[in-house]
């Protein structure tokens, strides 16, 4: 009796067009109409900023979806994995520095959000062929807090609940830094560990 080998299904193809990357996309095409309400608005005409305010929190809402449609019905493609994270960079960044133009938020502050967001980007890369440093906990809490300060900022609150997001931001800047550098000790582990195996 001999062994014969035992058929493997192939995998199941993922459509590109897919519930997942379609919300990948609506993002990617919320940020320049995000950006245009705050320019409009200057930051001081409050209908425009309430409207920048709701643009950037649905834009946000897609990248929660998104990632939760692609992991729960095996939508997962190699766009969604370069766009998905691309697109949140973008969606922040604009933002933070948008905030930062317009002296609501200190530049220092943007620069160290924006090393560290593009900083693990690269980093997730660069030991790609090693291994994947999966999203952690801090890392989620990271962008729900960074979402919350930001929203506070283009919302026009009246004083002084303003100073909540000046709170808010704070804790999403103490958690970028330290989610961060645990991001490169988990990265230099996971390079090392590679190269003695």
Not at 26 to 48: D, N, Q
Request: aromatic share 10%; proline share 7%.
């Amino acid at each position: 009796m001999t062994d014969e080998p035992v058929p493997v299904a192939a995998p199941r193809p993922v459509s590109l067009y897919n519930p997942a990357n379609l919300l990948t996309a609506v993002r990617i095409v919320l940020v320049p109409v995000f950006v245009a309400f705050v320019i409009v608005s200057e930051m001081t005409e409050p209908g425009w900023r309430i409207a920048a305010c709701l643009t950037f929190c649905v834009a946000s809402a897609t990248d929660f979806a998104d990632g939760w449609i692609a992991r729960r019905y095996e939508l997962v493609t190699s766009f969604g994995k370069v766009a998905d994270p691309i697109a949140d960079k973008t969606l922040t960044g604009s933002a933070l520095i948008l905030l930062s133009a317009y002296d609501l938020l200190p530049w220092w502050v943007t620069v160290l959000i924006l090393v560290r967001e593009w900083g693990v980007t690269a980093l997730r890369f660069w030991v790609i062929r090693y291994g994947i440093i999966p999203a952690s906990r801090g890392g989620k809490l990271k962008t729900a807090l960074q979402i919350a300060a930001i929203a506070w900022f283009l919302w026009p609150v009246p004083e002084p609940f303003d100073m909540i997001g000046t709170v808010l931001m704070v804790a999403a800047l103490i958690v970028t830094v330290v989610t961060g550098a645990d991001y490169v000790v988990q990265a230099l582990r996971l390079r090392r560990r590679a190269l003695h195996a």
